[in-house]
């Protein structure tokens, strides 16, 4: 148990580091509007095991959230798309249950789960993050065009980085 409680911390440094040190400084866009931005930290909380009781799983998606929130300069948006999307991800994984249940230590990764399973848990779980994140940013469903269009390109660019990043980095928890 503790060999998965250290790879759990280190991820969680290690994509706090990449989110803070690269993915901050990648945006592209049409003239003085971005429309994709590499939001690859929620994989930190996403990778926890199934069974990560509540009261670890939304502080500390509230901290990681937060951190991202300081560097970034945007108070409170990334910590409260992070709890949302640490919420929202107990009732994926209630709804993506197999037929036999979970283990105790199972962790929602590619090894453990299979690529369907996987794609279907990180794209809902990612995706409701991203809406969230870009509604909150934006503050007004005024901007519904920008939301939708940052939302769904910037969904895409992260869902690619983050399978070919867990492909390089294969981890058994």
Not at 5 to 12: D, E, F, P
Not at 133 to 141: D, L, P, Q, T
Not at 149 to 157: A, D, E, V, Y
Request: hydrophobic fraction near 55%.
């Amino acid at each position: 148990m503790s060999n998965a409680i250290s790879t759990n911390i280190i991820r969680i440094i290690l994509l706090f580091l990449a989110q803070i040190l690269v993915f901050k400084h990648i945006t592209f866009g049409i003239s003085d509007f971005a429309y994709i931005h590499f939001l690859i930290y929620p994989v930190a909380f996403l990778l926890l095991p199934v069974k990560t009781p509540s009261i670890i799983l939304l502080p500390l998606s509230f901290l990681i959230g937060l951190g991202i929130d300081f560097f970034y300069d945007s108070p409170g948006v990334h910590a409260s798309a992070s709890v949302f999307s640490a919420y929202f991800r107990s009732l994926v994984i209630a709804f993506l249950e197999p037929y036999d249940g979970y283990n105790v230590d199972d962790v929602p990764n590619i090894k453990r789960m299979g690529f369907g399973y996987f794609v279907s848990y990180m794209s809902i779980v990612l995706l409701a993050h991203m809406l969230f994140y870009f509604s909150v940013e934006a503050f007004s469903f005024v901007y519904f065009f920008d939301i939708f269009l940052k939302t769904i390109f910037s969904f895409i660019m992260s869902f690619i980085v983050i399978v070919i990043m867990l492909s390089i980095f294969k981890t058994k928890y």
